[in-house]
């Protein structure tokens, strides 16, 4: 599990200016906590997190000495600088259920021999303990044909005891469609026609 450095913030001290020394604002709140606690971390720091964890991704999270097991609840991003400007967490209880979400990844998407996969869903949300949270859900669509269409309920995750879905079950992830033959066959053949020249 990955861990995070952070500290209390000093809220006489503005969220702008703290973004200017290299810090990112954020907080953590909990059931077990009394009211959220402010927080400021290392941009550096945050930065090398979100290369592995994303929204959904559980961290250990030490704030001034103390650990905690949280959970990753939002990520905000300054759009013009493309820069994280605050990270909030929820701390998390191993009997309580919290509210998260998994990313749905493809693979095998070029072994589809014909049609095109359109993925229609990029995320599942669900509710679980601490201990069933997932975070990234790879789904194989390698034996897909054109026509074939994956809905939530049929994802591993759907069958989890553990894992209670709150996305609709009936939604559509990922569906196969046809090539659309000619304008595409047309392009494609003077690819080749160049490469072979």
């Known amino acids: 599990m990955n861990t995070l450095k952070a500290e209390k913030r000093d809220m006489t001290i503005k969220a702008k200016k703290l973004r200017r020394e290299g810090f990112v604002t954020g907080c953590i709140f909990g059931r077990e906590i009394s009211e959220s606690i402010p927080l400021k971390m290392e941009k550096g720091e945050v ?26 609840k939002e990520v905000d991003y300054n759009p013009l600088k493309g820069l994280v400007d605050e990270i909030d967490f929820q701390a998390l209880v191993s009997t309580e259920k919290v509210h998260s ?27 679980a303990l601490p201990a069933a949270l997932v975070e990234k859900i790879e789904l194989d669509v390698g034996d897909l044909k054109v026509g074939d269409t994956i809905r939530v309920k049929d994802l591993d995750i759907a069958r989890d005891k553990d894992v209670d879905i709150t996305t609709d079950p009936e939604a559509t992830v990922v569906t196969v469609t046809e090539v659309r033959a000619a304008a595409e066959a047309g392009s494609d053949e003077e690819s080749e026609t160049a490469e072979e020249a």
């Open 47 to 72: 930065d090398r997190l979100l290369k592995t964890e994303g929204k959904g991704g559980r961290i250990r999270l030490e704030v001034d000495g103390k650990a905690y097991d949280a959970l990753i």
């Open 101 to 127: 979400s998994a990313e749905i990844h493809l693979v095998n998407a070029d072994k589809i021999i014909a049609g095109v996969p359109q993925q229609m869903l990029h995320e599942v949300d669900f509710k």
